[in-house]
């Protein structure tokens, strides 16, 4: 069977096999997570309060910027007991787009360092690749093909 050329391959693959499990650990993360006034809008309709109590509980500035969530500002975000997203529905951009973002698939080491975390590419995976993820570090270019999904 041929092998995956490269990392952009194996990036379409696992993408179109992909869907959130919701597990919440890519919110725990260390990271930034800036938001738009049209995010800040929807997460505080799903919250029922008015865009200014929004801001004035869950938002701080960062220079013109806008943030809900940093290591040192909020650190669970809108995580409840469960590990899960109390504003999903209608979380920010930046969280809609893990793990499509170029930052997650820069390296093979960057994608596996995601992988290990996140159950929804470990599913994806064990579907491309039809056996369990195992947190090698190898590189992708040593893999299986992906199948066509129909
Ligand atoms: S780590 Fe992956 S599966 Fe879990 S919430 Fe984040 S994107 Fe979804
Ligand atoms: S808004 Fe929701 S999905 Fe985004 S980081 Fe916060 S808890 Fe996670």
């Known amino acids: ?72 500002f909020r650190r669970r975000c809108f995580l409840d007991d469960q590990n899960r997203c109390q504003v999903y529905e209608h979380r920010p951009k930046y969280c809609r787009d893990f793990p499509h973002c170029p930052e997650v698939w820069q390296t093979e080491a960057d994608a596996h360092s995601e992988l290990k975390k996140c159950k929804g590419l470990q599913l994806a995976y064990e579907a491309v690749f039809k056996r369990p993820y195992s947190p090698t570090g190898e590189s992708f270019a040593t893999e299986t093909p992906p199948e066509p999904r129909s």
């Open 1 to 72: 069977m041929p092998e995956l050329e490269n990392l952009r391959e194996a990036r379409e693959a696992l993408l179109s096999h992909f869907t959130c499990q919701e597990t919440g650990k890519c919110c725990e993360a260390e990271g930034y997570v800036y938001v738009t006034d049209k995010d800040i809008s929807g997460m505080a309709g799903k919250l029922g309060v008015s865009v200014s109590d929004f801001r004035a509980q869950y938002v701080q500035k960062d220079g013109p910027w806008e943030l809900i969530a940093s290591p040192t």
